[in-house]
C-alpha cells in the first residue's frame, strides 16, 4: 500500500504473539486510534515514519507521526463514507485512498481519492471503472502510476501519472471468484523495479504480474505457496524474494519467501481479531487490528481503543 523501501536488518522472532514484542525491544510497540467507532481498514507510511490510518467506520483518515502513542484526526470523517486501502506519495504531496460513499448509490460508490499529503484537504477523485467495482489496496510504481485492486470487479484499475480516469489495466479468468459474491483481488504491492504482486482474498493465491515497457500489463503468474495463504488481505514488499502476508480471518501475519516460481509461508504474529493490511517503516511493520465484523452485525463489542501493532520482522537469511 505504498511505493517500496528497503527494510533493516531486524531482530527475528517466530510466532510472536500480536501484543507481545520481544522484552528487550524498547521500540514503540502500538498506535492507538480515535474514538470508538474507528475500525480502521488501510494504511500507509511515509519515509518519516509517519503512520496514516483509514477508516471504515467514520470515514475519517488520522495520522500519528513516529513516536506519538494516540493517532490524531487528518482527514475529518463524513455520514455513510469509509476509507480503505491507502498509498502515500511524497514526490506529489499526495495521500491516496480507496474510499466508498454510499451516497451515491446507486450510480459507483467507489472512488481513488487523492488528499494533500501536508494538510489532508482533497485534491481529486477518480471513479472507479463500470458500476458495481470496489477500489481495495492500492500501490504505486516508482514513476508514481498508482494501481489499485478491486475486489468485486475482479481486475487491477491503473491511473497514470497526471491521468484524470482509472482504466483496467489486468484482468484475467484467474481472478474470478471461487463462489459467487466472494471478494476477491485484495492486497497489491510493488518490487521497486518492474512486478506487481497481488493476493487473491477467497483462495489465497498470490500473483505476479510484470508492468511491461509499454505500461501494460503482463500475463499473471501464479505463485504456489506452502503452507497455503489463508484469506489474504495486506501484502507488502520485504526485500528481494519475501513478502510480508496478512492472514485476515486467522489472525496472522506471515512471510512469503519466493524462489523458483514458488513460495514458503512462515507464521511471524498471530492473536490478532482481523487483521486487514501493514505499513513498513523502519521500526518495522505496524499492523492494523480491524475488529471489523462488530462493525457488520456479529454481536458484542471491539476491544477499545482500536490499536495498530508493531510487529519486528525477520531478517532476510544470509545468502551463501
Avoid at 481519492?113 to 500501490?139: I, Q, V, W
Avoid at 470487479?153 to 459467487?180: N, Q, Y
Wanted: net charge negative.
Amino acid at each position: 500500500m505504498r511505493p517500496t523501501r528497503w527494510l533493516p536488518l531486524l531482530t527475528l522472532v517466530t510466532a510472536v504473539s500480536a501484543c507481545e514484542p520481544p522484552a528487550e525491544d524498547s521500540v514503540q510497540t502500538e498506535v492507538q486510534l480515535p474514538g470508538e467507532k474507528f475500525y480502521p481498514e488501510g494504511i500507509a507510511s511515509s519515509s518519516d515514519g509517519t503512520l496514516y490510518i483509514g477508516s471504515v467506520g467514520t470515514g475519517a483518515i488520522a495520522r500519528a507521526r513516529k513516536g506519538e502513542l494516540g493517532a490524531h484526526v487528518f482527514v475529518p470523517p463524513r455520514a455513510a463514507f469509509a476509507v480503505y486501502g491507502l498509498a502515500v506519495d511524497e514526490a506529489r504531496d499526495t495521500l491516496w485512498a480507496c474510499t466508498y460513499d454510499d451516497n451515491l448509490l446507486p450510480a459507483q460508490p467507489a472512488y481513488l481519492t487523492a488528499y494533500a499529503l501536508a494538510t489532508g484537504e482533497l485534491k481529486a477523485s477518480h471513479r472507479m471503472p463500470g458500476t458495481s467495482g470496489f477500489c481495495n489496496d492500492l500501490t504505486l510504481d516508482s514513476a508514481g502510476n498508482v494501481y489499485a485492486s478491486d475486489a468485486i470487479a475482479h481486475t487491477l484499475v491503473r491511473l497514470p501519472v497526471g491521468g484524470s480516469a482509472l482504466t483496467t489495466w489486468a484482468s484475467d479468468d484467474a481472478f474470478a471468484p471461487i463462489a459467487e459474491g466472494s471478494f476477491t483481488l485484495n492486497g497489491i504491492t510493488y518490487d521497486g523495479a518492474s512486478t506487481l504482486y497481488v493476493v487473491k482474498y477467497d483462495s489465497g493465491t498470490l500473483f505476479s504480474i510484470a508492468i511491461q515497457a509499454d505500461g501494460s500489463a503482463g500475463a499473471p503468474v501464479t505463485i504456489p505457496v506452502v503452507p497455503a495463504i489463508e484469506s489474504g488481505d495486506g501484502l507488502e514488499w520485504l526485500d528481494a524474494q519475501r513478502l510480508l502476508v496478512v492472514e485476515n480471518a486467522p489472525g496472522r501475519v506471515s512471510v512469503v519467501t519466493h524462489s523458483g516460481g514458488s513460495g514458503t509461508k512462515q507464521v511471524i504474529a498471530n492473536g490478532f481479531v482481523e487483521p486487514t493490511t501493514a505499513a513498513l517503516t523502519d521500526e518495522g511493520a505496524w499492523v492494523l487490528e480491524a475488529q471489523m465484523k462488530y462493525l457488520f452485525g456479529t454481536p458484542g463489542d471491539p476491544a477499545l481503543p482500536f490499536r495498530v501493532h508493531r510487529l519486528v520482522v525477520p531478517a532476510a537469511p544470509l545468502l551463501p
